[in-house]
Each structure stands twice: as structure tokens, then as C-alpha cells.
């Protein structure tokens, strides 16, 4: 399989995040710690065969989420993202 093919959109992992977080994130808007670039989490690029699930910046490709799941806990990395805004609803 190529790479373009595994690549997905922030929304593949809405529910995820939902999830993790209790609200829908992929409206919030992040920045990325690398390049600094503003864009809904919707936006990021999402491959979900990394391996866990990583998003990375649609600017400079830094991974701003990596997410490893067992049957037992989550991992979550979010050092490549500098800021997420929620918006309160
Ligand atoms: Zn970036």
C-alpha cells in the first residue's frame, strides 16, 4: 500500500479523541510546537498504521499527536503540539 493511501484527515480520529478528552476536538484549533502553524485538528494529517496513530502538521509534517492504544491504557503524546484551543459550547 502507498503511503497517500494510508493518509487520512484529523476526523478519522474524532472519536478517538472524544474518547480521551470527553469533547469533539476536531474543530479546536491547534499549534504546532515545530513550525508554529494555526489549523483545525481536523486538518492535520492522520495515519493510523504508524505505528499507533500519528498527526502530523500539514505545513512542515512534524508529528503534533501520536497515540498508542493496548487493551490495558493510552499513550498519549502531544510534545509536538504547542497549544489546543477548546472552544467552551
Ligand atoms: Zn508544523
Not at 508529528?63 to 498508542?68: A, E, F, T
Amino acid at each position: 500500500m502507498k503511503a497517500a493511501e494510508m493518509k487520512l484527515d484529523g476526523n478519522a480520529i474524532g472519536g478517538l479523541l472524544i474518547e480521551i478528552f470527553g469533547t469533539d476536538l476536531t474543530g479546536s484549533m491547534g499549534v504546532c510546537a515545530s513550525c508554529g502553524a494555526q489549523g483545525q485538528v481536523a486538518t492535520l494529517d492522520v495515519y493510523v498504521h504508524a505505528p499507533g496513530i500519528v498527526a502530523r502538521c500539514r505545513s512542515c509534517e512534524a508529528v503534533m499527536i501520536r497515540i498508542v492504544r493496548s487493551e490495558t491504557r493510552t499513550w498519549l503524546d502531544l510534545s509536538g503540539t504547542r497549544t489546543i484551543q477548546i472552544d467552551e459550547r
